[in-house]
């Protein structure tokens, strides 16, 4: 309770405040809406925003995932072999530098219209880097003690890779998928400004702010605010339930 | 038959770069069968790496080991050894039982004949109530126990020790000296025990052997007999004898 009442009054606050700013400053809507005006617009269009919400979302799940499971495959070959770390670490780095975003309207090109695949491969991108990085760290960074007791076990590479190296590395792991999984909910609404289907939360940002319906627009906008807080609040949740000896030490 | 027999055995480390360390010129040593055999010298001169080249955790540079009557690399492939390092190296995503257990599973033991071989080590250093707790919810003192729970897990014919108690205070560390004596007698092994404690070294061991930096080498083999390992053993004379002859030997 201690740490949700803080938050939550502080939020309340902020609202309040800014319905006052709004209705006494007089400011327009297609410079800033009242929160009443934007709650108003989010009853009304809940449906539309739960189905755009759910398109977006898999599109970002999609990607997570794919991107996730080839950064922990890459990260694994990576550690393995020392040349094959040291050249994709500046170049992971470098890419990661590019936006990857503007990656978008190519892709959407490459592929039909209709096809959800471009916004999934942008995700997928985007959501590799922190991971692949994060994990490559946390895979080479094994204890040295660790290290020789599983030489004095005769352990295999496979085996102390299974055993130890993973394990070992999960913090590192989490630390990636957090950054990763409020990307992932960016990268998928955003590749949506581009054009194509015309099915999320992004698609519909653009054509209410075409439409100047402000409020609608910043419902769409909330309705991703939500999405991204629930990834990463999943995560944070796999994180408690795959480590559970961190959790242990909080208690 | 010898536990360990080690002959003229060197090591250089970096041999041939301009950082080039002999750490180790022409070591000869014998550990006979349930001996308590202590590595004592100055810090440097080569007892950690005298322990790693019995554990085959390093290569010699001439010179052989033999271990249970094996070349080091087969008696390192066989388990012939538990080994104890001054840090406990726990695996803390492991619970205690399971960090225990993690020598018989990586022989293949069975799940319920590891644990309860598990149960019964941690029973060993008094540390049953904790098997289920993680290694980070654990003082060092009892961290460094369930490391040697470990060692011990495969019930080793030969146990070697790095400075097990270095990092702790010395109540905790005279509990578990009283306790490694009690399990030695136990199980019968023999140790091969690194300090840089003139005390502990006395004792512990039938024999200290004395070691001297740059090059490190043996200088002195001390026979310790005394009439108990216990309080009374503490106080008698035999025992401050041989601390004065142990720090004689270290002086020269
Ligand atoms: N891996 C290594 N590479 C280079 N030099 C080493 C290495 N390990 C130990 N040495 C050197 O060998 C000597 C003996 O070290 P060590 O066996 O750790 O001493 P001790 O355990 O008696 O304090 C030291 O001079 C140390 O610097
Ligand atoms: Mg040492």
């Avoid at chain 1, 990636?176 to 990268?187: D, E, F, K, N």
């Avoid at chain 2, 080091?72 to 726990?90: H, M, T, V």
């Avoid at chain 2, 033991?109 to 109530?129: C, F, I, P």
């Avoid at chain 2, 509990?175 to 091969?192: M, N």
Wanted: net charge neutral; hydrophobic share 50%; glycine share 8%.
């Amino acid at each position: 309770m201690r740490r949700v009442l803080p938050p939550v009054i502080f939020g309340v606050m902020a609202l309040v405040l800014w319905e006052v700013f709004v209705t006494l400053g007089r400011v327009a809507p297609f410079i800033l809406p009242a929160p009443s005006a934007i709650g108003a617009q989010i009853l009304e269009q809940r449906g539309n925003i739960w189905d755009a919400a759910l398109a977006s979302g898999t599109n970002a799940l999609v990607g997570l995932i794919g991107g996730t499971l080839l950064a922990v495959l890459a990260a694994l070959a990576a550690s393995r072999s020392r040349l094959l770390g040291e050249v994709s670490i500046p170049f992971a780095a470098v890419i990661n530098a590019l936006p990857i975003i503007a990656l978008a309207p190519i892709l959407n090109n490459m592929f039909e219209s209709t096809s959800s695949l471009p916004r999934r491969l942008v995700t997928g991108i985007v959501v590799f880097f922190p991971v692949f990085l994060n994990l490559l760290r946390g895979l080479r960074e094994v204890n040295p003690v660790h290290q020789e007791l599983m030489r004095t076990y005769a352990a295999s590479g496979w085996t102390f890779a299974a055993k130890v190296r993973l394990p070992g590395a999960l913090p590192h792991l989490f630390t990636g998928l957090r950054q990763a999984s409020s990307l992932a909910v960016i990268a998928a609404v955003v590749a949506e400004y581009f054009g194509g289907l015309q099915d999320g939360l992004g698609a519909r940002i653009t054509s209410a702010a075409a439409f100047t319906a402000y409020p609608r627009a910043w419902a769409f906008v909330a309705g991703a605010c939500l999405l991204g807080l629930t990834f990463y609040l999943v995560t944070l949740l796999l994180e408690r339930v795959a480590m559970p000896w961190k959790q242990r030490l909080l208690s | 038959m010898t536990a360990v027999s080690v002959e003229g055995l060197t090591k250089i480390f970096n041999q041939g770069r301009s950082d080039e360390v002999l750490a180790l010129s022409d070591v000869d040593l014998t550990v006979g069968d349930g001996e308590f055999v202590s590595l004592i010298g100055p810090s440097g001169c080569g007892k950690s790496t005298l322990l790693r080249l019995i554990a085959d955790l390093i290569e010699p540079t001439t010179g052989s080991v033999t271990v249970a009557g094996k070349p080091a690399a087969q008696a390192r492939r066989d388990q012939e050894y538990g080994i104890a390092f001054q840090q406990a190296g726990l695996f803390e995503w492991r619970t205690v039982c399971r960090n225990v257990e993690l020598p018989l599973e990586l022989r293949g033991v069975s799940k319920a004949e590891r644990r309860s071989k598990a149960e019964q080590m941690l029973e060993l250093v008094g540390l049953a109530d904790f098997a289920g707790h993680y290694p980070g919810q654990l003082s060092g003192g009892m961290q460094q126990r369930v490391a040697i729970a470990r060692a011990l897990a495969v019930q080793p014919p030969l146990l070697l020790m790095d400075e097990p108690f270095g990092a702790l205070d010395e109540m905790t560390r005279e509990r578990l000296q009283s306790e490694l004596l009690g399990i030695c007698a136990t199980t019968g092994s023999s140790v091969v025990f690194v300090t840089h404690s003139i005390s502990e070294a006395v004792f512990l061991s039938d024999r200290v052997v004395v070691m001297s930096a740059r090059p490190g080498r043996i200088t002195a083999s001390i026979e310790v007999k005394l009439p108990s390992r216990d309080e009374v053993g503490r106080q008698a004379p035999v025992y401050f004898e041989k601390i004065t002859e142990v720090r004689q030997a270290l002086r020269s």
